[in-house]
């Protein structure tokens, strides 16, 4: 007598087999050793990219710059020469954003954006809005695009400020003060919405 296997038995018989041998051979094939995966902390940069942000009345003003350390450095007559057009920053030129015209030291300047240029000196800074905001430092500076230029007085901190920093503060609703501090100098300077 012969014995009937139905089909469908021996199709899940050799389905069966044939899972088991693939099985086998991935389980004999040796694993393949893994690259070390040593992922080192970010970099800080030594000069951070940040910006202040203030509203006064309907006046949105923005600075952003690029925040250098003092790092035992003498910065002003030292790394940063008096009498030379200095960025206000590092990298890229400090820019100032504002979508209300100012008046500044009795002048008005425009909404909109520009870059921010001093030129140090032991006795008074030079404070400088110029159209070209977007340049790597003072590489493409050029005085003919000035459109404000005034002097301030700077002070003189018995503190060290170790990062640049820039504020702006309210003083009334339309009206406050910009100001830039680093290593012992502080300038600040005030300014009306019109």
Not at 35 to 63: C, F, N, R, V, W
Not at 152 to 171: C, D, F, N
Request: with cysteine.
């Amino acid at each position: 007598m012969k014995l009937r296997i139905p089909f469908s038995l021996l199709l899940c018989t050799l389905l069966f087999v044939s899972c088991k041998q693939e099985k086998k051979e991935k389980e004999i094939i040796p694993e393949q050793p893994q690259a070390e995966t040593t992922s080192k902390p970010p970099k800080k940069s030594l000069s951070p990219h940040t910006s202040a942000m203030a509203m006064i009345g309907d006046a949105h003003i923005h600075i952003d710059y690029s925040s250098p350390g003092v790092r035992n450095r003498m910065i002003f007559g030292g790394l940063l020469a008096y009498d030379q057009v200095w960025q206000a920053g590092a990298h890229m030129a400090t820019w100032v954003e504002t979508n209300k015209d100012l008046n500044i030291d009795g002048k008005e300047l425009k909404a909109g954006k520009y870059g921010f240029f001093v030129i140090p000196n032991q006795e008074e800074w030079t404070i400088i809005f110029n159209t070209n905001w977007d340049q790597h430092g003072k590489d493409e500076y050029d005085e003919t695009d000035n459109v404000l230029q005034f002097k301030v007085t700077p002070k003189i901190s018995e503190e060290v400020q170790e990062h640049l920093e820039y504020k702006i503060t309210k003083t009334s609703d339309t009206s406050g003060t910009m100001s830039l501090s680093w290593e012992k100098v502080v300038i600040e300077f005030p300014f009306e919405v019109n």
